[in-house]
């Protein structure tokens, strides 16, 4: 049976280009870029190479890009090198704000930092497409507000944020504080890379957070851009690696592949796949919606990336849904790749306003770039028969639905 793979927002395969541009730093160019001689001169250049190309693809100087282990270092670094500023600096909690929406990267840190009491932070809520409102984080703002961290655009339902917004909001807030009490402003941009436009001074960022194999790279690099005068405290100590701020000999083949990837994106070849990609998933959403009964579509329908279609299906349970998908050949997520193993309904669905048991349905089918039109008339071939199968055997099922659900 032919497996498709509809799961890109949980990782993607290491493309070809970019795997050959990593091979000769495992084997021949294996130099350490700190050595002097020219087996750690080459791999020095290489690594200067690939941060030159995010710098370009960010729009900002090579200095402010920082290589990590991946999108969940990157924003570590951020919150706790920042909290570690201000508590070191003025003796007193920061406060932080965020969305219920963030990936537990954030989320998970930021309550980290609350329960060892070094941050207050504010959770804001979104609305039922997972849109966060402007109006909310500048009212959640305080005296001791020294970070917004919003992500770009959600893993689990793809709904866009207003990012852009945001950062000229904070930077009009900002000219009114004095300058060591100045907000910063992150984004996770982890699943938005490829996608939307990352020009981090169109989107007036101080902070943005990017993770290699979203995007064709390797697993296990990442980086965060860091603008000149952010004052973040380093959370690895030891060698001066990544100016200070990230020590530890560089994972070389990595970076290399994490630069091939980006080149990549900006090809014109790369483009036409994502125009193709958004009329896909369109066709997606529109048979899923058109072929089955009693299903919500999660997210915004405009505001969303072009790879994700995300589905709560009311009666079932969506591991259920995913394990008959996998039987049939075909791979998806019931939302994050991280939560996928746990059966608490996902906070983003939570958040957007979903009950439990209908957050319980949730499906996430996340297209790449080589998905074809086939691969998702295959899709849509055997997914209403699951739907119905699961629905006949389930409690819940619809023809029970004016029961009401036993308490679980
Ligand atoms: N942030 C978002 C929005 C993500 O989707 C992910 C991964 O799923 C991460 C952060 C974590 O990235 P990494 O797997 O590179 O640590």
Redesign the pocket.
Known sequence: MKRIYLDY??TTPTKKEVWEAMKPYFLTEFGNPSSLHSFGQKARARVDWAREELARFLNCQPTEIIFTS????S?NLVLKGLVNYYLNTFKTKPHLITSQIE?H?ILHTCQDLEERGWAEVSYLPVDQYGRLKVAEVEKAIRENTILVSI?YAN?EIGTIEPIREVGKMIERVNRKRAKEKRIFFHT?A??AVGYLNCDVQHLHLDLL?L?G??IGGPKGI?ALYVRKGVPLQPELTGGAQEFGLRAGTENVPGIVGLGKAIELLQSKAYQNKVARMVKLRDYLIENVLKTIDDVILTGHSTERLPNSASFCFKYVEGESILISLDLEGVAASSG???TSRSLEPSHVLLACGLDHQTAQGSIRLTLGEETKKEEIDHLLKVLPKIIERLRKMSPFGNQNKNQKPKER
Do not use: L, P
């Open positions: 927002a949980a991946g999108g969940t270092e924003d990936h990267a992500m893993n996770d982890v699943q957070s993770s194999h979203k990442g994050s790749a991280c």
